[in-house]
């Protein structure tokens, strides 16, 4: 069976956002029970429900595992340290994605997966020195499906696989290249596997809905997917900022091209909408457009969800008569 756990259910920097005035965050920091906070986007996965995965790694990292137990010190008599993270996979190189992993430098040994690109920018920046590669193995994802391991080869029991998706660079690395550029690789989506059960798939970025990402979730029983904002002009209708979700490399959730219109003949079981900016209505629950969304068979994430896959039931065959 395969445990996933929300660590964190927002987009790039939170809700309330530290510097936003917004509506929605003014709800959110006043206590309104119907907007409710959230830390920026991460995962955790189990196999066993003893050794975890994190998949991205939010600033707010130590705040998360805070607050999840599954991820707290589980240490044998007279272990000082302990920590049940065995290793961490991103999906990118953002802030948001890996600043997390800063926090995790106190010696304690993980394996960390990404695609080239993405260890690539870690690798060009010192300050991720700090990660001991002696104790974090940086492993880049293969083409196909790679089997999860600790630091010290064995198995988690979780099969990954990372395939490209429409997206954009990092903000970060953007100076002097076109605003619509995209690199292949650059923005991964993730399947992940316990055993016999079928896959979850886990993709908070996604620019567009290709025909080979449609056959790919096709029937699939859980999908966590990218629902950064409402609609593509939000940040400007809110005067949050100037780009669309286009230009940043988001479907909208709304509109002919969104994500709930996308999905609605892939019969997908079970849909979960993850990233969601400090702008989006979704984050409300008492919302039209968070009613319309339920509506369409979504849920939205919260930070402490838990998801579960079970493996397939074989099927029943009939006696003879």
């Known amino acids: 069976m395969l ?31 119907a907007a409710r906070p959230r830390t920026q986007c991460s995962l955790a996965a189990s196999a ?12 707010e990292l130590t705040a998360q595992i805070a607050a999840t137990p599954a991820l707290h010190p589980h240490p044998a008599p007279g272990q000082v340290r302990h920590s049940p993270i065995a290793a961490a996979v991103l999906t990118g190189a953002e802030v948001d994605t890996v600043a997390g992993l800063l926090s995790l430098r106190e010696r304690h040994p993980f394996a960390l ?6 260890l690539a920018v870690l690798a060009a920046n010192p300050i991720f020195r ?10 880049p994802l293969a083409v196909g499906e790679t089997e999860l391991e600790d630091a010290a080869g064995e198995s988690l029991g979780l099969t990954v696989e990372a395939f490209s998706v429409p997206g954009k660079i990092p903000l970060f690395l953007e100076e002097g290249a076109d605003p619509g550029h995209e690199e292949e690789g650059s923005t991964i989506g993730l399947s992940i596997r316990a055993g016999d059960a079928p ?18 979730l096709r029937g699939a029983a859980l999908v966590l997917f990218d629902g950064t904002l409402w609609r593509d002009d939000e940040m400007q209708r809110t005067g949050a900022g100037v780009k669309t979700g286009a230009r940043m490399g988001h479907m909208s959730v709304d509109g ?22 400090n ?43």
């Open 3 to 33: 445990r996933l756990i929300v660590l964190g259910s927002a987009a790039g920097g939170g809700f309330p956002q530290w510097n936003s005035a917004g509506p929605g965050c003014l709800r959110a920091r006043a206590g309104d029970p």
């Open 48 to 59: 066993d429900g003893r050794r975890w995965v994190l998949l991205n790694a939010a600033p």
């Open 113 to 118: 997966y990404a695609a080239p690109q993405a």
């Open 130 to 139: 700090a990660l001991d590669p002696g104790l974090v193995p940086r492993r």
């Open 199 to 216: 896959p979850a798939f886990f993709i908070p970025g996604c620019a567009a809905m290709t025909p080979a990402l449609c056959e790919r």
């Open 256 to 277: 002919p091209g969104g994500v709930i219109a996308a999905f609605r003949d892939l019969g997908v079981r079970r849909r979960v909408l993850v990233h969601l900016n």
């Open 279 to 321: 702008t989006n209505p979704l984050l409300l629950a008492d919302s039209p457009e968070r009613a319309l969304a339920g509506a369409a068979g979504w849920e939205v994430a919260e930070d402490g969800m838990e998801l579960f896959v079970q493996p397939t039931p074989p099927a029943v065959r009939a006696g003879p008569a």
